[in-house]
């Protein structure tokens, strides 16, 4: 809801606003509305968010000690889907909550790099292929380590030989 509403670059006109439009639900409560855009909510909210990837990450690891790959690619999958919306969230946002975001990007890294390795492993090629080159262009405010970077980049080709070879 918040990644929707800062596309449409709504969050000032709605703390302005006076009454609930004619057009949302009459169970909308135009205080329940401010509060969701209220800058303080959104803190909390990013920082809540950018956690549960963190903790997803953790429970991907462990299913991986526990040779459960498809149970780690799908939570590696589900914390990128988050980091996703979190990026999303920072670039509609035009970076106003940098400092609350920031890391994400090395998240979405993280995750989508994860996940590509466990598509591999489960030799979903194309499902790798395609989760892996979300994993690069990582901002150098992000300190992502070269050596991920690395490993990213031959996931994405290791996945694209493989997926043609078929």
Request: net charge neutral; proline share 2%.
């Amino acid at each position: 809801l918040l990644v929707a509403l800062a596309q449409r670059t709504v969050f000032d006109a709605i703390q302005g606003l006076k009454k609930v439009s004619n057009s949302l639900s009459t169970s909308t409560c135009l205080n329940h509305v401010q509060q969701i855009v209220n800058p303080d909510i959104i803190w909390q909210f990013l920082k809540i968010a950018l956690q549960r990837v963190k903790v997803s990450m953790d429970k991907g690891r462990e299913s991986i000690r526990k040779a459960d790959n498809d149970h780690a690619r799908t939570i590696f999958m589900s914390a990128a889907e988050l980091s996703a919306a979190l990026v999303a969230f920072d670039d509609h946002t035009q970076g106003q909550y940098w400092k609350e975001v920031l890391g994400v990007r090395t998240e979405l890294a993280l995750t989508l790099g994860n996940a590509t390795e466990m598509a591999m492993r489960e030799k979903h090629w194309q499902q790798a292929f395609y989760f892996g080159p979300g994993a690069e262009n990582i901002p150098a405010i992000e300190h992502l380590d070269a050596n991920i970077i690395a490993e990213n980049e031959r996931h994405v080709e290791q996945a694209r030989i493989a997926n043609f070879a078929k």
